[in-house]
């Protein structure tokens, strides 16, 4: 199980997002989709929060695929609400996607 963490080190600009102790980067993610170039935000709904989201959603071990069709959704039900600290482990996320799978069948 990976646990990933957040905490905000800047009133602005990109902000460092660690998954068990190691700082998770944004690249594989923008090379899905390039939301925002220069790294992670959370705590909106912006192209930051997005980055994070799909970032999360892929090292989680979702295929791209489920990365992409529920990235957007995730942002917006988490990353977008998170505060100056947050926590979520692979296993909430993997979780979250089979119940979403279900209900939008």
Known sequence: MKTYSGKR???????????NGQELSPRPS?????????????????SGPAQLALALLQDASLSDSKARLHYQ?????????????????????????????IETQ
């Open 30 to 46: 923008q090379k899905l989709w390039n939301h925002s170039p220069d790294g992670f935000q959370w705590g909106y709904g912006g």
């Open 73 to 101: 959704a995730f942002k917006v039900e988490f990353v977008a609400n998170w505060g100056d600290e947050w926590q979520i482990t692979s296993t909430e996320i993997r979780a979250w996607i089979a119940i979403r799978e």
């Open 9 to 19: 080190i800047s009133d602005g600009g990109p902000q460092p997002v660690m998954c």
